[in-house]
């Protein structure tokens, strides 16, 4: 009996990703059939279709339809690529660290994009609705990554030589809000022992200095109102409230994170505190009424850091995204530095070593790493190679100027 082939063109559970047209595969069943059972078949694909179709119709697309958040704060605001990333954030950091009952969690060092396909936005309108609903949207890949890249970040500040802080809970509810994180001093300071509320703040920032906002005061101001709130709940329980304040370019997944800034509120405090970061930004104090003064002479365009160290890897044949690993000494002979002897620019043992986005010292395995000989040859532990977002970092505070 003759071989029949029936073509059944199925929709991807993942549509609108990169090119903003649904994906599709092709999938060929073999079957022994007679012809008089081709259209049952035929029919049975038809289907499978149709559901198909259907399954895709539930993630929604921000980037194809004009969705609207409704907030109290600001009013109804465009769900975009920040809002995504932000909500993938808390999704990470739940995964880490408040997996689901019988799950077990699932390291931030281990997940990837295809743990994040979507997430769910509460008080959103789709266009012609009456009224706001939670929908699922979807997450792209690059949305993905950078939330990844965010939360391993925030974590790894929390848990640096200068924090020392330990994370006890995500994305916990108490005294009327949500607490991205709560955490406590692993050791006590001056201050007792007790929790502190952290507040992670995702934003893309085109201006640091722009005309009639204060980015810092404003972020701390909005993140004032929950510690008020747990203040008057049990005051006793709390040793402060903290801002990690992650600077995105825009739009957001256009490159890499281009600043990490915190601020802090201690108990019995009157004023937030800088505890890093926030440099070029209007201090929380800067009368933004008073107009600043002309300048002398014209300002220079903003240069691209990251663009330019591309070109200059790439004429040493280093092509590199965001989330790439390149060898330091490649790096090294690419600006023209001293490429013997790695470990002392990231190690922290020498006045040689770089300071990370945070300021503080690289932290191994998230700034830079040794890897096998067969990502780039070496022996032993392998080859020092570093995350090229923070060699942006580097390469803008070390040698661009040269």
């Not at 802080?165 to 949500?178: E, F, K, N, S, T």
């Amino acid at each position: 009996m003759p071989k029949s082939h029936v073509l059944l063109r199925c929709y991807s559970v993942r549509p609108w990703f990169e090119n903003g047209e649904a994906s599709f595969f092709t999938m060929r069943i073999h079957t022994q059939t007679n012809p008089s059972q081709h259209a049952l078949i035929s029919k049975l694909c038809s289907h499978l279709f149709t559901h198909a179709r259907l399954l895709c119709a539930m993630l929604w697309s921000y980037k194809r339809v004009a969705l609207l958040q409704k907030t109290r704060a600001h009013g109804d605001v465009r769900v975009d690529s920040c809002t995504v990333v932000g909500l993938a954030v808390e999704q990470a950091l739940r995964l880490a660290f408040s997996a689901a009952h019988g799950a077990l969690p699932k390291e931030l060092e281990a997940q990837t994009a295809a743990d994040h396909l979507s997430v769910k936005i509460a008080r959103a309108m789709a266009p012609g609705a009456q009224r706001p609903a939670t929908l699922e949207v979807a997450v792209s890949p690059a949305d993905a990554a950078l939330a990844l890249d965010i939360a391993r970040r925030c974590v790894a500040a929390l848990d640096g030589e200068s924090l020392r802080m330990r994370i006890l809970a995500v994305d916990y509810p108490h005294a009327g809000g949500r607490h991205d994180i709560l955490a406590t001093p692993v050791v006590p300071t001056r201050r007792g022992h007790g929790l502190v509320s952290v507040e992670i703040k995702c934003r893309e920032v085109v201006k640091r200095r722009p005309t009639g906002l204060n980015w810092q005061a404003t972020l701390e101001e909005e993140a004032t109102v929950l510690w008020e709130a747990v203040k008057v709940a049990d005051p006793s329980r709390w040793v402060g409230r903290m801002l990690l304040f992650v600077e995105l370019r825009r739009p957001c997944h256009s490159g890499s994170i281009a600043g990490l800034h915190a601020s802090v509120i201690w108990r019995n405090a009157t004023a937030w505190a800088t505890l890093f970061g926030w440099r070029g930004f209007w201090p929380r104090g800067h009368d933004l009424d008073v107009a600043p003064s002309a300048p002398t002479a014209r300002t220079a365009p903003p240069i691209d850091a990251e663009g330019r160290l591309r070109t200059i890897l790439g004429r040493h044949g280093i092509q590199c995204g965001s989330d790439s690993w390149v060898l330091l000494t490649a790096f090294l002979r690419a600006v023209n530095a001293p490429a013997k002897q790695t470990k002392r620019y990231v190690d922290g043992a020498t006045k040689m070593t770089w300071t990370s986005i945070t300021g503080r010292k690289p932290r191994e395995n998230t700034d830079w790493a040794y890897m096998s000989a067969n990502r780039g040859g070496g022996q032993g532990a392998g080859v020092l190679r570093c995350k090229f977002s923070f060699l942006v970092h580097v390469y803008t505070h070390h040698y661009m100027s040269r």
